[in-house]
Every structure is written in C-alpha cells, then in structure tokens.
C-alpha cells in the first residue's frame, strides 16, 4: 500500500460526519472534509513526515495526488509537508507550488503557502522580483500570496520590497486583498510601530479603511 493510499484509508477510518459538516459549513460549503480535528489528522503522518525530512527529497507525486484529493485535509496534509521539508525548497521548486497556489484556492491554503514561498528568498533572492511580479497578477489569490509572504519575519523584513508590494495592490475593492495588506502591516508593528505607523500616515489616502484599521491595531 502506497503512502497516499495508507493516509486516505486512514482518513477514512476515522472520519467525523459532524464534524464534517461543520467545517464544510465554515469553508462556505467549497469543499469537502473528513471532520478531522488538526491534532487527529496531525498524528496520521507524523511518521511519514519524519521519515521525509530523513530522506532530504521532496516527493512531488505524492503531494500532486495528494492535492488533486477531493477532501480538504489532504491539501491540508501537502501544507504541512512542504513545511517540513522547507529547508530543501529550492526556487526550482515554486513552479510545482504555484500549481497548488492556483488550484482549490481560498484563504486557508492561500494564507498556508504564502511564507513556504516567501522562505525560499532567504537562500534564493530572486523570490523577491517573483514577489514583486506576483503583486500585480490578475488573480488576486495570487497578489495575496506576495503582498503576505514575509510574515513574521520580524527584524528580517524586506520594508521596500514590502511598501512597493503593497502600493501595487491601493485602489483594490477585494476583501482578501485589503485584508492581506492590513495584515502584513499589523504584523510588522509588533516589530517596527514606528515604520508603520509612517507608512499609514503616508498612504492613508490611497489606503483601504479596513487596512487601516487591521495595520493600527497595535500602534
């Protein structure tokens, strides 16, 4: 029995019909689920993932079959592979993410790729003109994943690459876009209040209220 045919049989085993339709529920009814609470469905590749890291390879196919799964918990399950395995992501690698990127998107898988990208930059610098790229693409799934890739970096944020990133994306009337950018400001105030602070000073013309109100939260 192969790794994915293991882990559905599993999945199976244990699902949670009300639990299912809760989350389905919260999901807005886009996709399907098994009703696994995190910790659960966590413990069903706990080993695998070991073993993973051991082996230092990305296995590709396993995570295409993985995310082409009707089920939610198996993009779930490819998330948090590829974090696992973060630190042998090359830049090579984004065009197999980006597939991921554009396929089931909503802001749970959105907002669980964004920084494996974006960590890619610290041993490849040319995440950061693919960043910069990506903050003007016509899908706005897409912009989100840039204009959020450097969260929580702290002192190590890039600032002009993010205020450029950011500036590309004013004048947006989507909720997931003006979220995303009051977002990664609020997150950098707990690092640097006073650049953002400035930042919002700056814009606040251009800037969306509810952007504004996500970056002042803690300035």
Request: with cysteine; proline share 1%.
């Amino acid at each position: 029995m192969d790794k994915y045919t293991k882990i559905k049989h599993l999945f199976e085993q244990n699902r949670d019909e009300e639990n299912a339709i809760k989350m389905s529920k919260y999901m807005r009814d886009l996709f399907k689920f098994y009703g696994l609470a995190t910790p659960i469905r966590k413990s069903f590749y706990k080993d695998l993932l070991k073993k993973e890291k051991v082996s230092k390879v990305v296995d590709w196919d396993f995570l295409d079959k993985c995310y082409e799964d009707d089920y939610r918990e198996f993009q779930y399950l490819v998330m948090d592979y590829l974090v696992t395995m973060q630190k042998y992501l090359t830049y090579d690698d984004v065009s197999k993410i980006f597939k991921y990127i554009k396929s089931k998107q909503w802001w749970d898988t959105i907002d669980g790729l964004d920084r494996i990208v974006g960590n890619i930059a610290f041993k490849d610098e040319r995440i950061n003109d693919l960043m910069l790229k990506w903050s003007k693409d016509e899908d706005f799934w897409v912009r989100r994943i840039a204009i959020d890739h450097q969260l929580c970096r702290k002192e190590k944020t890039n600032t002009e690459l993010l205020e450029k990133i950011i500036v590309n994306n004013f004048g947006s009337n989507e909720f997931f876009i003006n979220k995303a950018i009051g977002w990664s400001l609020r997150d950098y105030s707990k690092t640097n209040p006073k650049w953002v602070k400035e930042f919002v000073g700056k814009y606040k013309d251009k800037m969306d209220k509810l952007s504004i109100k996500e970056a002042s939260k803690y300035i």
